[in-house]
């Protein structure tokens, strides 16, 4: 069974700093992954989906790696700023087609002004 | 992106009573949703997965007879918290993709507080 960790679990930054999210997946046989924001009591945000053929994927300071093959993701934040600070959560789809996410427990970011 | 729609986004309501909760795909049909559960600092954990003129399956430990989910359309399912206890307060969310299932889409999600 797929299992999504998350590392760390709450992580607290001064403003400006580069930071780096950890995703692991112990079955590397997967469709794609995806990065989402949550903010407290809302829904999701997605922020960034790599593919299982790709490397990374670029949006703004947001920067996302794969290696599949060790079942790792990561998540770069440049510069990071208060309105940063929300829960990021890690997410495999194992198939293609319409089938569930499996979601990592989140790692909760605060950016300190 | 595709757009999906969930309502209400809070609810309160008495311990015994019937909650509904409802999820709309606006910009494309979906003949699969899902439902999540996410009790507090914990994951999103599926629920069960919502298909369109059939029933619903549901994950080991969900109770099919109190979580009622309905997708009479393929752009609508609801999830119905029937006799609604405390504990079963927590966040709903149900999700959505497009044809190919490339990329999931959220709703906003629910908080149920059930008193």
């Known amino acids: 069974k797929q299992e999504v960790t998350q590392i760390p679990a709450a992580l607290s930054v001064p403003e400006g700093e580069n930071l780096v999210l950890n995703c692991s997946f112990t079955?590397?046989?997967?469709?794609?992954l995806q990065w989402f924001r949550q903010d407290p009591g809302k829904g999701l945000t997605s922020l960034l989906l790599?593919?299982?053929?790709?490397r990374e994927q670029t949006s703004g300071r947001l920067n996302a790696s794969l290696d599949k093959s060790s079942g790792r993701s990561t998540l770069y934040i440049a510069a990071s700023q208060p309105g940063d600070s929300a829960t990021y959560l890690c997410?495999?789809?194992?198939?293609?087609?319409?089938?569930?996410?499996?979601f990592g427990k989140g790692t909760r970011l605060s950016v300190i002004a | 992106g595709a757009v999906v729609s969930q309502h209400p986004s809070r609810v309160i309501c008495k311990s015994g009573t019937s909650v509904k909760i409802e999820c709309r795909s606006l910009?494309?049909?979906?003949?699969?949703m899902f439902w999540y559960r996410q009790f507090p600092k914990q994951s999103l954990m599926l629920m069960a997965t919502?298909?369109?003129?059939?029933?619903?399956?549901?994950e080991q430990g969900v109770e099919k007879d109190k979580f009622l989910i309905n997708h009479a359309s393929l752009t609508l399912s609801t999830l119905t918290v029937t006799s609604a206890h405390p504990e079963d307060s927590s966040f709903y969310i149900c999700?959505?993709?497009?044809?190919?299932?490339?990329?999931?889409?959220f709703g906003q999600g629910t908080r149920l507080t059930v008193v």
């Open positions: 999700s959505a993709g497009t044809g190919g299932g490339t990329e999931a889409f």
């Open positions: 079955d590397s046989a997967i469709y794609n």
């Open positions: 790599i593919q299982s053929s790709q």
């Open positions: 997410a495999v789809k194992e198939n293609s087609g319409n089938t569930p996410l499996v």
């Open positions: 910009d494309f049909q979906a003949t699969t």
């Open positions: 919502s298909n369109e003129g059939s029933k619903a399956t549901y």
